[in-house]
Every structure is written in structure tokens, then in C-alpha cells.
């Protein structure tokens, strides 16, 4: 099984290690997988994840809003799509 996943990822070593130093501290790489995790309903990955950013500190307060904001996204997203809604010329690259 973990075979098929590695070929499903050509930068699974490359981007596994979410403790190694970078831009983003290890706690926020850990509330990114798993904000990303429960928008595609992988309850493996949001299990295991959470698990990890426990471990990195996450409070519950953390957890709370993360899940507030994750579901505040997913909802306006929908609508949002849903209506079409044109991107406000400010934020257009």
C-alpha cells in the first residue's frame, strides 16, 4: 500500500519531513494538512494529522478555530462558485 502512495507522489520525501526547516513553522504545516485533509474527507489523514499537530502544540482553541475558518471556507466557496462571483479587480495578479 505505501508503495502505491509513493508512486502517487513524486515529492512525498521531498515535502514528508513538515518538520524540516522552512518558510512555515511545523505546527502550520500540520494545521495545513489537516484543513486540507478535511476538505477532501480523508478521516486517515485527518486522524493522523491532528495527532501530529497536537503533538506540535496545537491547543484546543487552535483546533476549534481551525475547524471554524475550514468550514467557513468550504461554505463560501460553495456560494461564492455557486453564483459566479467576479474576482475584485485589487486582488487580480
Known sequence: MLATIRRCSPH?????DRDAPGALD???KELIYVAVSMTNDCEY????HTGA????G??????GELLA???LANQMNK?????RVEVDERYRG
Open 12 to 16: 512525498l520525501e521531498q515535502v514528508k
Open 26 to 28: 511545523a505546527l502550520t
Open 45 to 48: 489523514c485527518v486522524t493522523t
Open 53 to 56: 499537530a497536537r503533538a506540535k
Open 58 to 63: 496545537m491547543t484546543d482553541a487552535q483546533f
Open 69 to 71: 475558518v475550514v468550514g
Open 79 to 83: 456560494v461564492v462558485a455557486g453564483i
